[in-house]
């Protein structure tokens, strides 16, 4: 997980509260991405960004949103918890897109809204 | 929805013996990556193997793609016990910017 940092580790909200989490890269990777990982379901694509202030929905974008305001730094704000979102949320990056590359992924925050 | 699907969802084997695991997918690629997930960590690209691609391999794995069938296999060859862990497929769609679709993944448990 060189060089990609997730902010928090764990974190504990309630109902209703905004959660913002963050992801640091120091690759310069242009591409970043939000995923959501869940038993049964796989890695599910939240948001991702192609570049400074270039960001799309994924599968999964309801509820959430993102920025991007420098290359290293992308965040993921949770407007208004609700339990469903309780996950675990993984950033990855890429450098020259996944067609040449694979990703690198942080170690994930793991939220568990009550 | 998920674009791949692991098979088996889940594999124990005794170490030494060799692992193999299968991914379909639902519509054309680029290329399709295979990725390991050890217990509470991120997941760490394994091999990429582009649409063009029949065979590839690096180390003790080796992964086929079969473009007709949109599926692929991983296997690894001579397993440890350092090899359990959960994988996944994941594909990278034509015209998705670079977009992965992961599978459900399948867990290795490698017993000594």
Redesign the interface.
Known sequence: ?AG?TQSPRHKVTETGTPVTLRCHQTENHR?M?W?RQDP??????IH?S?GVKDT?K??VSDGYSVSRSKTEDFLLTLESATSSQTSVY?C?T?GV????????????TRLTVV | SQQGEEDPQALSIQEGENATMNCSYKTSINNLQWYRQNSGRGLVHLILIRSNEREKHSGRLRVTLDTSKKSSSLLITASRAADTASYFCATDGTGTASKLTFGTGTRLQVTL
């Open positions: 997980d990609i591409y991405y995923y049964g379901h796989g890695l599910r694509l991702y192609y799309d994924g599968e993984f990855a890429t897109g996944a067609a040449n590359y694979g990703y690198t992924f942080g170690s994930g």
